[in-house]
């Protein structure tokens, strides 16, 4: 029986719509053996998710998303394996958080300017405890007959130029890699595929990446085409980089793919995962 991985998804306690337990029984019975938790900027779904882990029988690796900020572009960084007590960590990832909230009340002006009243206010009532995404924003704005779905609303309202988008200085590249790996994880580039970085950019960022401790890209993953497989397995090659694999799900309606159904790593690509060990054990204990 082959093992299932998925390094990328998303509970309630960023972006996502299942609370951590369900995501865990979600990915289950999408025969998912591995999970990776990587809600954006935050860590603490990880203990709700690792008690459901026990119960539905699936491996799950601790895992964040951090934003950052690399010449002027927003990129997103997933740390597998990273200590979710580490102290740096939570430090920073707290701090992220904060400036988040000043960025969503900033949406909310912006948006209210543009004649839409009380968004920040109905973001957060979505959101609830968790952080507030341009997500939360989204679905306040289809909510509210603003546009047909989240697909749309994030056209009209929420990218670069318009109204509802906010310029935020988030992490820096270096410091979010040394982050992850101090605390005991692997930094992997998720989603290299949409920062239309041009080749020149790509190659200056897989280089400064690496420099910094950087282990892995993202091959296959929920908004990749089957050709970016094979763009990013080359590009990992040449890099010597490792390649990781996940869905990036989020919930339905507001995913680019389901959990359980992306196509295994390119036979070239080396899988992030290895050289851990816990997996021997979780294979061993499926078949047995
Ligand atoms: P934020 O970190 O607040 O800027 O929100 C970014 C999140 O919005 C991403 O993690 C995705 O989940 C989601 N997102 C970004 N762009 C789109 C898009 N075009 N369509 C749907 N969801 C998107
Ligand atoms: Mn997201
Ligand atoms: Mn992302
Ligand atoms: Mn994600």
Known sequence: MTLIFDLHAHSNISDGLLSPAELVAHAAMHGVGVLALTDHDDVSGLQAARVAA???????????????????????????????????????????????????????????????????EGAKAIAKQSIITRVHFARFLVENGYAKDTKTVFKKYLVKGKPGFVDHQWMDLAQAVTLITDSGGSAVIAHPGRYELGSVNMLELLSAFRSYGGVAIEVVTGSHTPPQYQQFAKLAHQFSLKSSLGSDYHGKGISFMEMGRLPALPSNCVPVWQDWPELALHEANALS
Do not use: C, F
Not at 75 to 104: C, F, M, Q, T, Y
């Open 54 to 120: 026990v119960k539905h029988n699936i491996q799950l690796v601790d895992g964040v998303e951090i934003s950052v900020t690399w010449k002027k572009r927003t990129l997103h960084i997933v740390g597998l394996k990273v200590n979710p007590e580490n102290v740096a960590l939570k430090a920073a990832l707290l701090e992220v958080r904060l400036a988040r909230d000043l960025r969503a009340q900033q949406m909310g002006e912006s948006l209210a300017k543009a004649g839409i009243a009380h968004a920040y």
